[in-house]
């Protein structure tokens, strides 16, 4: 067990709606990530907060945003949902901004019909 | 930039033989250099991290690896392969300046009784 939380495991939706994935950091981690995980393009970087502020973005497409609150969870908002965007969703949290392992959670796996 | 490269995409090994991964990354800095493991439906977990210390890195679950710079190689190995290796495997590069990580496309393990 990482100690990164999120939910939830499992979100099936339709093409064109909307979801938020939430994600909470391990016990003193400042830094969260998202990463998308398929099985056309691999594990993909989309998104990193630290302390509430935006830091990196990957290839996150503008139908995605990410925020990340006062208590340091996050949440992941997909909306105009297509079908390649199922996808295994994970968040990753590390004590820094600097080269500080990552630490996964459990992910959570989306499918759109 | 930094980029990572697995080269074998599939290795299939007996139980109690040796296990090789390779890997070989590209990196315009000093690199951080991870594997992790991911088990079917499961998240990634950490076995190991290269941050320009000790070039032979020992991990969890007996792995170890190597930073060789003159190869620029991080393969990771393992004495005798056990039944709950089969998984896959990621090598993954950090890099001062980035923020994020760089997976590698992912070697998958299958270990034969």
């Known amino acids: 067990d990482s100690g990164v939380t999120q939910t939830p495991k499992h979100l099936i939706t339709a093409t064109g709606q909307r979801v938020t994935l939430r994600c909470s950091p391990r016990?003193?981690?400042?830094?969260v990530y998202w990463y998308q995980q398929s099985l056309d393009q691999g594990l993909q970087f989309l998104i990193q907060y630290y302390n509430g502020e935006e830091r990196a973005k990957g290839n996150i497409l503008e139908r995605f945003s990410a925020q990340q609150f006062p208590d340091l969870h996050s949440e992941l908002n997909l909306s105009s949902l297509e079908l390649g965007d199922s996808a295994l969703y994970f968040c990753?949290?590390?004590?820094?901004?600097?080269?500080?392992?990552?630490?996964f959670g459990p992910g959570t796996r989306l499918t759109v019909l | 930039a930094q980029s990572v490269t697995q080269l074998d995409s599939h290795v299939s090994v007996s139980e109690g033989t040796p296990v090789l991964l390779r890997c070989n990354y590209s990196?315009?800095?000093?690199?951080?250099l991870f594997w992790y493991v991911q088990h079917p439906n499961k998240g990634l977990q950490l076995l190991l991290k290269y941050t320009s210390a000790a070039t032979l890195v020992k991990g969890i679950n007996g792995f170890e690896a190597e930073f060789k710079k003159s190869e620029t190689s991080f393969h990771l190995t393992k004495p005798s392969a056990h039944m709950s290796d089969a998984a896959e495997y990621f090598c993954v590069v950090s890099t001062a300046g980035r923020r994020a990580l760089t997976f590698g496309s992912g070697t998958r393990l299958q270990v034969q009784p």
């Open positions: 990196s315009s800095y000093s690199p951080s």
């Open positions: 016990s003193g981690d400042l830094s």
């Open positions: 990753a949290s590390s004590e820094g901004v600097g080269r500080n392992e990552q630490f």
